[in-house]
């Protein structure tokens, strides 16, 4: 099974912070996602990527920034992190071979709080 | 555009009882339909999906879905329903050539009481 592994599990940061949430999958999938859960809500992508040094604006980018630098790894920078960022963090990888509708596969989460 | 409504955001019933979840989308061509199911404190696992072909799909778990293009629905169906069922379920939806961007609804909380 696919395994796809998130850090921190936790985060509190206050609000003007920096804050980087790391993802790393290690089953040499080609797209990798990050989306965040909010109650009413559901999940809503903020940025994908499809390869090493490709990133893709999701629907809710602002405010995010998210750097692809290998297959394995996919990182989500908030550089001013606002009480509106707080939420909790997925990330998730799924393999392009068929060219769409693949399984995605999701990490742990990280919960992320801005005071 | 594309969209998934979940109107049930809240479901309760008794074990043994058939559940059934409601789904619809809002897509101007033929989509891929998901489910995935969040256990309590867990991340999301994959439950089914429909690509094209036999309107029934069935999953893991047990569960299966029913797409219907004519009202535009995917429902989620099991019977009989388990305490361990007790989650939060997502319906998903994938538009053709969207670069695999799924859309998901907001989610409906399962509660089965034994």
Redesign the interface.
């Known amino acids: 099974e696919a395994a796809v592994t998130q850090s921190p599990r936790n985060k509190v940061t206050v609000t003007g912070g920096n804050v980087t949430l790391s993802c790393r999958q290690t089953n040499s999938h080609n797209y990798m996602y990050w989306y965040r859960q909010d109650t009413g809500h559901g999940l809503r992508l903020i940025h994908y990527s499809y390869g090493a040094g490709n990133l893709q604006i999701g629907d809710v980018p602002d405010g995010y920034k998210a750097t692809r630098t290998t297959q394995e790894d996919f990182f989500l920078l908030l550089e001013l992190a606002s009480p509106s960022q707080t939420s909790l963090y997925f990330c998730a990888s799924s393999d392009e071979a068929g060219g769409f509708a693949e399984t995605l596969y999701f990490g742990s989460g990280t919960r992320l709080t801005v005071l | 555009a594309q969209s998934v409504d979940?109107p049930d955001a809240h479901v309760t019933l008794s074990e043994g009882a058939s559940l059934e979840l409601r789904c619809s989308y809002s897509y101007s061509a033929a989509p891929?339909l998901?489910w995935?199911v969040q256990y309590p404190g867990?991340?999301?696992?994959?439950l089914l999906?429909y690509?094209t072909g036999d309107t029934v799909v069935k999953g893991t778990k047990g569960f299966e879905a029913e797409f219907r293009k004519s009202n535009s629905s995917f429902n989620l169906k099991k019977s009989p329903a388990h305490w361990s069922d007790s989650a939060k379920y997502?319906c998903?939806l994938?538009g053709?050539g969207t670069?695999?961007?799924?859309?998901?609804?907001?989610?409906a909380k399962l509660t089965v009481s034994p």
């Open positions: 979940q891929y998901f995935y867990q991340s999301l696992q994959f999906k690509i997502f998903a994938e053709q670069g695999s961007k799924l859309s998901f609804g907001k989610g």
